[in-house]
């Protein structure tokens, strides 16, 4: 290969021409300098049997021609063969530059544009700063190898151009002749390791490559191997080994985006799937989330919003049962307040009455007797004072047997008392404004009692509602709906925790349309002591020591139902 000089690396070419001379006998080696730019013709053409070129060159040719790599330069102060070639990045020292960064916008001068180590090599480090490496500098100005490369040293320490590359030791080689001006320059972004030879920018590569076409026949081949590997060292110390490891050059044609990976520089479908497919799989994957977030997220919103409907509409139908049952409970206290007004009505107006009527009779005897008179103008006004008073006495006797015989021709049927318990419970607690802890023990309730359902919720839910209105007194209301059987009968109690009746609160309960509520007529009450008193039953009163309230009432009632087809 032709090669930038001067290089101590150039007497292993003749070395090893002489090395295969002696292991070929009776054949010609002939040594030709060939520019890297030329060498795939060279291989196309099959003019080649070796070539020694870098090994950023020969991973490439590797690829493109199948060629096969035979050994690997080792130098002095550079033992390792994967780890021999590199390239220092070169400033004027005044600069005051020690970061690659800083270059930006400089003007760069470089040997060629396909030189391995000469170029490639440092814009890798530039390209780890800035990946559009290309536009990094203001300018790059290709000067050649050799004298000319020596040139561009010395134009950077004089000022004349801001930054330049050189393969390792090449600087060290034109320090020897120019002493000053070496001074001058500074390694920007120096990696150098203790007790190496060579300053230098970059991490280090594999050196020269000696590499074997598919002209060479098997066995030729291996006598070259063996020729090549057993070649002693050069005038400089150099001779062939064995690298290893040819991934960092491959790493660096990536990251410039260069040789096989050149299409890392087209945005295509194809380039953006090849070079992000993780990105590209997560996105997928975070699509697919999303729309299985979306969709579970519209199912439970539908069963959420099915769930939602059907509460609104049990709401609605216990609201309007809850209305039903207040109405019918209205209606209810109406007839039994109209009841009770009639049968008072009739016992308040039975007594005039009955007065008006001894009033008759004895004008009736007077008027026989001749004591007043005359008789043929008194007889027909007494006669019809007498048949209005009749049928006023009928109209109160009609009423009070209505009032009395209303409740006893009402509904009754044979009602498992635990479940008109707990519906008369349900329906309170639905008509509440305001919260209240109801506490339902109807577990021994378990029994069967012949009543109107309606007469029955209509005193359990008076009991409740006043038992509720005294309980909101305490700090925390509450009130106990409870069923206790017992010789035949089972009482119900309804207990509140409100305040303790003084003495003539309490008296006041047992007196007929009196209430202990402010502005109440205890007409509520007195229609529940009517009804109650209709199923032979009292209402009792009991005050619990440390406060509250127990209201009881007793029915009479049986284990099974006696009553077929009654059952609510």
């Given amino acids: 290969m032709d090669y930038v000089k001067p290089?101590?690396?150039?007497?292993?070419?003749?070395?090893?021409?002489?090395?295969?001379?002696?292991?070929?006998?009776?054949?010609?080696?002939e040594v030709a300098p060939v520019?890297?730019?030329?060498?795939?013709?060279?291989?196309?053409?099959?003019?080649?049997?070796?070539?020694?070129?870098?090994?950023?060159?020969?991973?490439?040719?590797?690829?493109?021609?199948?060629?096969?790599?035979?050994?690997?330069?080792?130098?002095?102060?550079?033992?390792?063969?994967?780890?021999?070639?590199?390239?220092?990045?070169?400033?004027?020292?005044?600069d005051g530059i020690t970061d690659i960064s800083a270059l930006r916008g400089r003007t760069l001068l470089a040997n060629t544009s396909i030189a391995f180590t000469g170029f490639y090599v440092p814009m890798g480090e530039v390209a780890k700063v800035d990946p559009n490496w290309e536009t990094f500098f203001s300018s790059v100005k290709f000067v050649g190898g050799g004298s000319h490369l020596a040139e561009a040293l010395t134009d950077v320490a004089e000022g004349k151009?801001?930054?330049?590359?050189?393969?390792?030791?090449?600087?060290?080689?034109?320090?020897?002749?120019?002493?000053?001006?070496?001074?001058?320059?500074?390694?920007?972004?120096?990696?150098?390791?203790?007790?190496?030879?060579?300053?230098?920018?970059?991490?280090?590569?594999?050196?020269?490559?000696?590499?074997?076409?598919n002209r060479l026949t098997p066995g030729e081949a291996r006598s070259a191997e063996l020729a090549i590997l057993n070649m002693p060292p050069d005038s400089h110390g150099n001779y062939w080994g064995i690298a290893t490891d040819f991934l960092p050059v491959d790493h660096l044609y990536r990251t410039l985006r260069i040789g096989k990976y050149r299409y890392l520089r087209e945005t295509t479908v194809q380039m953006l799937l090849r070079e992000y497919w993780p990105l590209f799989i997560i996105a997928v994957l975070a699509a697919i989330g999303l729309i299985l977030h979306a969709w579970r997220s519209d199912v439970l919103v539908r069963r959420r919003t099915e769930q939602l409907k059907a509460l609104m509409d049990e709401q609605q139908k216990l609201q309007k049962k809850a209305l039903d049952a207040t109405k019918h409970l209205d209606a209810l206290?109406?007839?039994?307040?109209?009841?009770?007004?009639?049968?008072?009505?009739?016992?308040?107006?039975?007594?005039?009455?009955?007065?008006?009527?001894?009033?008759?009779?004895?004008?009736?005897?007077?008027?026989?007797?001749?004591?007043?008179?005359?008789?043929?103008?008194?007889?027909?006004?007494?006669?019809?004072?007498?048949?209005?008073?009749?049928?006023?006495?009928?109209?109160?006797?009609?009423?009070?047997?209505?009032?009395?015989?209303?409740?006893?021709?009402?509904?009754?049927?044979?009602?498992?008392?635990?479940?008109?318990?707990?519906?008369?419970?349900?329906?309170?607690?639905?008509?509440?404004?305001?919260p209240l802890r109801l506490d339902v023990s109807h577990a021994d309730a378990d029994v069967w009692v012949r009543i109107d359902p309606l007469e029955l919720e209509c005193v359990v839910f008076n009991l409740l509602k006043n038992a509720g209105e005294a309980a909101e007194g305490a700090d925390s209301p509450a009130v106990m709906l409870n069923a206790i059987p017992g010789n035949g009968k089972i009482r119900v109690e309804v207990i509140d925790n409100g305040p303790t009746l003084d003495d003539e609160a309490f008296a006041?309960?047992?007196?007929?349309?009196?209430?202990?509520?402010?502005?109440?007529?205890?007409?509520?009450?007195?229609?529940?002591?009517?009804?109650?008193?209709?199923?032979?039953?009292?209402?009792?009163?009991?005050?619990?020591?440390?406060?509250?309230?127990?209201a009881s009432f007793e029915l009479e009632c049986v284990k099974e139902n006696p009553g077929e087809g009654e059952r609510k």
Avoid at 61 to 85: A, C, E, I, W
Avoid at 357 to 364: H, K
């Fill in 7 to 29: 290089s101590d690396k150039g007497t292993v070419i003749e070395k090893t021409a002489e090395s295969l001379r002696k292991h070929f006998p009776g054949r010609s080696v």
């Fill in 161 to 213: 151009a801001g930054v330049a590359f050189a393969r390792l030791c090449f600087f060290e080689s034109w320090a020897k002749d120019h002493p000053d001006l070496a001074s001058k320059l500074a390694v920007v972004g120096e990696k150098t390791e203790p007790g190496e030879p060579c300053r230098r920018s970059t991490p280090l590569y594999p050196s020269w490559i000696i590499t074997g076409t």
């Fill in 508 to 550: 006041r309960l047992s007196s007929p349309l009196n209430s202990t509520k402010e502005g109440g007529l205890g007409l509520g009450i007195s229609i529940v002591r009517e009804l109650l008193s209709s199923y032979g039953s009292h209402l009792l009163y009991e005050r619990i020591p440390g406060g509250g309230l127990r």
């Fill in 333 to 434: 206290q109406k007839m039994g307040a109209l009841g009770q007004v009639s049968g008072m009505l009739a016992h308040e107006m039975r007594q005039p009455l009955s007065t008006m009527s001894f009033y008759l009779d004895g004008l009736r005897m007077l008027l026989k007797r001749g004591v007043i008179g005359p008789a043929e103008k008194l007889s027909e006004p007494l006669s019809q004072i007498e048949r209005q008073a009749k049928k006023a006495s009928d109209i109160v006797d009609h009423a009070r047997s209505y009032a009395r015989s209303s409740r006893l021709e009402g509904r009754r049927v044979w009602i498992r008392l635990g479940d008109a318990l707990k519906e008369a419970a349900e329906n309170y607690r639905v008509s509440r404004k305001t």
């Fill in 35 to 94: 520019p890297a730019s030329e060498f795939g013709k060279e291989l196309t053409a099959g003019k080649l049997d070796f070539f020694i070129t870098s090994a950023g060159q020969s991973y490439r040719l590797q690829q493109d021609h199948g060629v096969r790599v035979f050994g690997t330069l080792v130098q002095p102060g550079y033992p390792d063969p994967n780890h021999g070639d590199g390239a220092a990045i070169l400033v004027r020292k005044s």
